[in-house]
Nanobody, 115 residues
Framework: QVQLVESGGGLVQPGGSLRLSCAAS????????MGWYRQAPGKQRELVAS???????KYADSVKGRFTISRDNAKNWVYLQMNSLKPEETAVYYC?????????WGQGTQVTVSS
């Protein structure tokens, strides 16, 4: 079992930046990928970015060039630096950890992009 706790969400103006953090604990040795998803009201949860243990990363097309995912394996943290945020990116952002038996989720952190 892996526990994930996100932090760093909040209110930001359009064009602004936020950095999300996620701390993993528990059976961290079983994690082979970590990532960030988001879910806006009335919409499906979607992948924002992922980071595999081999260092490869994947981004949604809509965030390429603006968001950066990074991972600190020693401290079991994963981060999402978000720049040039847009109002339509208002959502609950969830940290994820892929393990052999499926995907573990954090509780989510609200990101609101509004003037």
């Amino acid at each position: 079992q892996v526990q994930l706790v996100e932090s760093g969400g909040g209110l930001v103006q359009p064009g602004g930046s936020l950095r999300l953090s996620c701390a993993a604990s528990g059976s961290i040795f079983s994690i082979y990928a970590m990532g960030w998803y988001r879910q806006a009201p009335g919409k499906q949860r979607e992948l924002v970015a992922s980071h595999n243990t081999d260092g490869t990363t994947k981004y949604a097309d809509s965030v390429k060039g603006r968001f950066t995912i990074s991972r600190d394996n020693a401290k079991n943290w994963v981060y999402l630096q978000m720049n040039s945020l847009k109002p339509e990116e208002t959502a609950v952002y969830y940290c994820s950890a892929e393990v052999a038996l499926g995907v573990c989720w954090g509780q989510g952190t609200q990101v609101t992009v509004s003037s």
